[in-house]
C-alpha cells in the first residue's frame, strides 16, 4: 500500500468528518432549501442574501412586476429613474454570482404540503409542468391592480393614471391634476396630492358620497369637485390627458391619481391555507411567516406602505428569518 501523503495523512488523523454545510436532521433531501415565488424587488432580493447564505434556491419568475406599465421607478436609493425591468435585470445579474441559486422562467400552479417539505407545481413558457421539492416556501407574488371600467384608464395607467403621489407626485409637480375616487378614500388622497400642486380637481364620476366635513376640508384646500358623470379619458396635446364628461365637457390634467383597488396576483396563498387580511393581504408574523408553517411572504402580498424598496427590503428581512429557522432545525439542541 503506497504511503500517505502528509496531507492526507494528517487528514486522516483528524476528527471525525463534519458535513460541510447543514443538511435537514432527517428524511429525504428535498430538491431546494427555499423557493421563491416571484421575481420581483421582493423575491429577488431575498435570493440575493440567501445566496449568500449558500442556500439552495429556486427563484421561480412568473413574467412582468406590478410596476411594468410605469416608465420608471422613483424613490428607490441609488436607483431613482430605474426603469422597472432594467431595474430587475440588475438584480438578476448580481444573483449570477451566486451559484447556488437558480432562477427559472416559470409559473408556480400548486403547492402540495408532505409533512415538513414541500411539492410544488410549475409551468414553464412552453406551457409544460414539473415538480419540485423545497423546505420552505417564500411567497412574493405582488398584487394585481383593479381599474375602474372607465375607457382609457387601462391606456394611462402608470403614465397619466398614478396609483402613489410617493412614487410619481414629483414627476407631475405643479400641474393641473385630477384625483379620481369617491367618499373618504378620495378625499385623504386629493388632500395629500395637494403637498405636490394647488390645482387639484376631485372627480367623483357620479355622486361622490361626500360628507360636508369632507366637503370643508377639501374648499380649505382651493380643492374643486366634480360630481358629474364620466365617459373616457382621452390623450391631449397640450396637458397629457383630458377627462371627458358626460356633459360633453373636458377638463384637461397632466395627471389623474387615483387608488386602485387590488388583489392577491396569485390564489397560492389560499390555496395552502395562509390566513388573510380583512384587506386581502398575506397576514405575516414579524419573521414575514404565514400563519402557515414553512411559508414566508414579502413585498407588496403582505399588508403595508406598498413601494419597491420596502418590498426589497422585507425580501432581505424574510430570508435572513428564513435562513436562521433552516439553521434552527439542522443543528439539534
Ligand atoms: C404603475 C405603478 C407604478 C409604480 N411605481 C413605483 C415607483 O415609482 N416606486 C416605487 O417604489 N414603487 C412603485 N410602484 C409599486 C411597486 O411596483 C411595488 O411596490 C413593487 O413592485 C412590489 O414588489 P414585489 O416584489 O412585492 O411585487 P412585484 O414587483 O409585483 O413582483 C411579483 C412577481 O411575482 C411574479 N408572480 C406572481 N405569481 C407568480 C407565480 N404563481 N409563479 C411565479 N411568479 C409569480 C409576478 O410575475 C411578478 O414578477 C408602482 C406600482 C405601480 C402599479
Not at 444573483?95 to 437558480?102: A, G, K, P, S
Not at 378620495?186 to 388632500?191: F, H, P, R, S
Not at 388583489?263 to 414575514?288: F, I, P, Y
Request: glycine share 10%; with cysteine.
Amino acid at each position: 500500500m503506497p504511503a500517505l501523503s502528509t496531507a492526507a495523512a494528517s487528514a486522516s488523523k483528524a476528527p471525525a468528518a463534519r458535513p460541510r454545510r447543514h443538511r435537514p436532521a432527517t428524511g429525504p433531501v428535498p430538491d431546494f432549501d427555499v423557493v421563491i415565488i416571484g421575481a420581483g424587488s421582493a423575491g429577488l432580493s431575498a435570493a440575493l442574501v440567501l445566496g449568500r447564505c449558500l442556500r439552495r434556491v429556486l427563484v421561480c419568475d412568473g413574467g412582468a412586476p406590478r410596476n411594468a406599465p410605469s416608465p420608471a421607478v422613483q424613490g428607490f436609493l441609488t436607483r431613482d429613474g430605474t426603469k422597472p425591468a432594467q431595474l430587475l435585470e440588475l438584480g438578476l445579474h448580481e444573483l449570477e454570482r451566486y451559484t447556488t441559486v437558480e432562477v427559472r422562467t416559470t409559473r408556480v400552479t400548486a403547492i402540495v404540503r408532505h409533512g415538513k417539505q414541500f411539492e410544488l407545481t410549475a409551468e414553464g413558457e412552453t406551457g409544460r409542468s414539473r415538480t419540485f421539492t423545497t423546505r420552505k416556501i417564500l411567497l412574493a407574488t405582488g398584487v394585481e391592480d383593479e381599474l375602474p371600467p372607465l375607457e382609457g384608464m387601462r391606456e394611462f395607467w402608470g403614465s397619466g393614471v398614478l396609483h402613489c403621489p410617493y412614487c410619481h407626485g414629483w414627476e407631475v409637480r405643479d400641474q393641473p391634476l385630477a384625483v379620481y375616487g369617491q367618499g373618504k378614500t378620495v378625499t385623504g388622497l386629493a388632500l395629500l396630492v395637494s403637498r405636490w400642486s394647488r390645482d387639484v380637481v376631485v372627480c367623483t364620476d357620479g355622486p361622490g358620497n361626500l360628507t360636508a366635513n369632507a366637503r370643508r376640508r377639501l374648499r380649505l384646500q382651493g380643492i374643486q369637485v366634480r360630481e358629474e358623470p364620466i365617459t373616457r379619458l382621452q390623450a391631449s396635446a397640450d396637458s397629457g390627458l383630458e377627462l371627458v364628461f358626460e356633459t360633453g365637457q373636458l377638463l384637461a390634467r397632466r395627471a389623474v391619481f387615483l387608488h386602485a383597488h387590488q388583489h392577491q396576483r396569485t390564489n397560492l396563498a389560499e390555496q395552502t391555507g395562509c390566513r388573510l387580511t380583512s384587506k386581502g393581504a398575506v397576514w405575516v408574523d414579524k419573521n414575514n411567516q404565514t400563519s402557515q408553517p414553512g411559508i414566508y411572504a414579502a413585498g407588496d402580498t403582505t399588508p403595508g406602505t406598498q413601494q419597491a424598496i420596502l418590498a426589497a427590503a422585507q425580501g432581505a428581512q424574510a430570508a435572513i428569518c428564513l435562513n436562521e429557522q433552516l439553521t434552527r432545525e439542522e443543528c439539534p439542541k
